[in-house]
C-alpha cells in the first residue's frame, strides 16, 4: 500500500509541474485563517487574506512530521535554511521528498538572507553546534546545520479534510479571470 501511495503522489507531483510549467503560476505560503466549501482564506501575514479556490483536480500533499532521525543518506531533501554573517547555513525546514525534484542550491523567495536547497543527502553527522546535512546536487554540495527548533517532515498524498484553520501551507495557484486563484496544488501541515 505504501508503494502505491508513494507512487500516486510521484505521479501528482509530475502532473503538477508539467501544469506549473505550462502556465504562470502564482506561489502562497501562509496559515489557513478560514476554509468556506471550496474557498480557502489564507493568512500570509500583516492582516492580509488571500483567497484560493480549490477544485476536484486540485493536488492535497500533506506535510507529515517526521524525526530528524528518520533521516537517511540518499534520502532527497528540499532544506530552507537561513544564511548566517560568516555564511553559515541553519535549517528551519526540511522536507523529504518521494523523489528528486528541481535540484540544487539558490536563494529562497529572492532573500539573499535564505537559500533553498534540493539535494540528496550525502551524509549526516553530529557536531558541536547541533546535526549537520551534507547535500550534494549536480555541481555542488552544501553543509547545513539543523537546529533543534528545525520544522521536519516527510511529503506524503493528503485530503482535504487536513486544510483545516491554523494549518500552513504553501500553496502553488494559477490565476483566472479577474484574478481569481485556483489552487493546482497544496502542501499542508497540522495546525498549530
Do not use: C, W
Amino acid at each position: 500500500m505504501k508503494k502505491i501511495q508513494s507512487g500516486l503522489l510521484f505521479v501528482a507531483l509530475g502532473l503538477v509541474a508539467g501544469a506549473v510549467d505550462a502556465q504562470e503560476p502564482t506561489r502562497v505560503r501562509g496559515t489557513i485563517a478560514a476554509v468556506d466549501g471550496n474557498v480557502l482564506s489564507v493568512s500570509s501575514g500583516g492582516g492580509k487574506n488571500t483567497a484560493i479556490q480549490l477544485t476536484e483536480k486540485t493536488v492535497v500533499i500533506f506535510t507529515q512530521p517526521i524525526a530528524i532521525g528518520d533521516i537517511k543518506p540518499g534520502d532527497f531533501l528540499g532544506v530552507t535554511s537561513a544564511k548566517g554573517a560568516d555564511g553559515t547555513l541553519t535549517a528551519f525546514e526540511i522536507r523529504r521528498f518521494p523523489k528528486p525534484s528541481n535540484p540544487g542550491h539558490r536563494p529562497f523567495q529572492g532573500r539573499d538572507d535564505q537559500t533553498m536547497t534540493n539535494a540528496t543527502v550525502g551524509a549526516m553527522v553530529q557536531s558541536a553546534s547541533g546535526r549537520e546535512l551534507t547535500m550534494t546536487y549536480e555541481g555542488g554540495s552544501q553543509k547545513i546545520l539543523v537546529s533543534e527548533k528545525a520544522a521536519i517532515s516527510t511529503l506524503v498524498p493528503g485530503n482535504r479534510s487536513q486544510l483545516l484553520p491554523g494549518a500552513p501551507v504553501n500553496l502553488t495557484a494559477r490565476a483566472g479571470d479577474g484574478g481569481t486563484l485556483t489552487a493546482i496544488s497544496i502542501q499542508v501541515g497540522p495546525p498549530k
